[in-house]
T-cell receptor, first 112, second 115 residues
Framework: AQTVTQSQPEMSVQEAETVTLSCTYD???????LFWYKQPPSRQMILVIRQEAYKQQNATENRFSVNFQKAAKSFSLKISDSQLGDAAMYFC?????????FGTGTRLTIIP | AAGVIQSPRHLIKEKRETATLKCYPI?????VYWYQQGPGQDPQFLIS???????DKGSIPDRFSAQQFSDYHSELNMSSLELGDSALYFC??????????????FGAGTRLSVL
């Protein structure tokens, strides 16, 4: 079974600074997808970024980028120029066998 | 753009009662997923449907059942409710499991409280 591990239960960053959230996963598959979802206090699950395992190029969406290391099974999220609206719980997720498996989440606090 | 619609948004039930949660996927999405998120927990996969057929099953109790209808909406039926069933229940939809990316778009969730 696939597992997803987020070793940082909480992180904080000064507004306008950069922060990196860590995620590792375990799988025996070679083709899969990885996601970062954001869950603000409203509890809505919002897709932040997606990475296809067969693509070596790291995905980027505006201020959000990933560092995907397939051999190491690592998938970290970098948030640049952090904004107050980035405060949320961030979940790393693996898509395989037609379902998402989530990590336990990292709560990100933005310090004004 | 249309999103995934879940109803009701909030539901309060007594122990041993029955609850029905509804999910209306994004138009032309034929795959629906249900997840349960307990307090302070990550979402856990319950069950999924593709083209009205169950496609996968996770840690869903036998007291729960679900189905997808001809218009692709889905309902999660929960019977003999227990206090531990109190959680946020998410529905997500995607445009078919065979398409690349398989992005799941989540609804706002139904918050179930069992008293």
């Amino acid at each position: 079974a696939q597992t997803v591990t987020q070793s940082q239960p909480e992180m904080s960053v000064q507004e306008a600074e950069t922060v990196t959230l860590s995620c590792t996963y375990d799988t025996s598959e070679s083709d899969y997808y990885l996601f970062w979802y954001k869950q603000p206090p409203s509890r809505q699950m919002i897709l932040v970024i997606r990475q296809e395992a067969y693509k070596q190029q790291n995905a980027t969406e505006n201020r959000f980028s990933v560092n995907f290391q397939k051999a190491a099974k690592s998938f970290s999220l970098k948030i640049s120029d952090s904004q107050l609206g980035d405060a949320a719980m961030y979940f790393c997720a693996y898509f395989g066998n037609e379902k998402l498996t989530f990590g336990t989440g990292t709560r990100l606090t933005i310090i004004p | 753009a249309a999103g995934v619609i879940q109803s009701p948004r909030h539901l309060i039930k007594e122990k041993r009662e029955t609850a029905t949660l509804k999910c209306y996927p994004i138009p032309r999405h034929d795959t629906v997923y249900w997840y349960q998120q307990g307090p302070g927990q990550d979402p856990q996969f319950l069950i999924s449907f593709y083209e009205k057929m169950q496609s996968d099953k996770g840690s869903i109790p036998d007291r729960f059942s679900a189905q997808q209808f001809s218009d692709y909406h889905s309902e999660l039926n929960m019977s003999s409710l227990e206090l531990g069933d109190s959680a946020l229940y998410f529905c997500a939809s995607s445009p078919g499991p065979g398409l690349p990316g398989n992005i799941q778009y989540f609804g706002a969730g139904t918050r179930l409280s069992v008293l």
